[in-house]
């Protein structure tokens, strides 16, 4: 089955400084790539997502790369501010059958004001 | 257009005990997925719904079971409970159909086994 790694566990960024989250994926067959922030005691909330016909997905300050070839996607934050301090899960899914999520490990964000 | 709710929020519960966990998915969407999430971990896939039929299920006993209403709100049954079944347990709702669609979590509801 897929399995996703997610590095680095812990993150430390200074505010306004930019951050980067990097996945990785084993199965080639996935084709959707999510990006979920969880507040302490809160739901995850999406907050980018990407498919594997597209190289890049920017959103305001969020923005997503992925290198099928590699089975790598990042996520990267400009701008940081205090507000983006979370967990951050990266998440694999494949369109056979069911659209079950794999997600990441998890890492969690500190933005130092 | 409603979002995903789920109840109760909370739960305490004894090993050996059986709990029921129910989700209302997001207005117009047919498939409710559940997933388990550890403290400290990703959540981690139990199974899904999708139109009142299981459609896909991951590493987990089959002590841990669900099903669908025909308003796609879903119930997770977990018998025999476990120490480590203790967990916040999210259901997330999706359109379906195989197109890999967003999916949006509920609020989650933590379990606490003792």
């Known amino acids: 089955g897929e399995n996703v790694e997610q590095h680095p566990s812990t993150l430390s960024v200074q505010e306004g400084d930019s951050a980067v989250i990097k996945c990785t994926y084993s199965d080639s067959a996935s084709n959707y790539f999510p990006w979920y922030k969880q507040e302490l005691g809160k739901r995850p909330q999406l907050i980018i997502d990407?498919?594997?016909?597209?190289g890049e997905k920017k959103d305001q300050r969020i923005a997503v790369t992925l290198n099928k070839t590699a089975k790598h996607f990042s996520l990267h934050i400009t701008e940081t501010q205090p507000e983006d301090s979370a967990v951050y899960f990266c998440a694999a899914s494949t369109s056979s059958g069911n659209e079950k999520l794999t997600f990441g490990t998890g890492t969690r964000l500190t933005i130092i004001p | 257009e409603t979002g995903v709710t789920q109840s109760p929020t909370h739960l305490i519960k004894t090993r050996g005990q059986q709990v029921t966990l129910r989700c209302s998915s997001q207005s117009g969407h047919n498939t409710v997925s559940w997933y388990q999430q550890a403290l400290g971990q990703g959540p981690q896939f139990i199974f899904q719904?999708?139109?009142?039929?299981?459609?896909g299920r991951g590493n987990f006993p089959p002590r841990f079971s669900g099903l669908q209403f025909p308003n796609y709100s879903s119930e997770l049954n977990v018998n025999a409970l476990e120490l480590d079944d203790s967990a916040l347990y999210l259901c997330?709702?999706?359109?379906?159909?195989?197109?890999?669609?967003?999916?949006?979590f509920g609020p989650g509801t933590r379990l606490t086994v003792l």
């Open positions: 997330a709702s999706s359109l379906g159909g195989g197109l890999t669609s967003e999916q949006f």
């Open positions: 990407i498919r594997s016909n597209v």
């Open positions: 719904y999708y139109r009142e039929e299981e459609n």
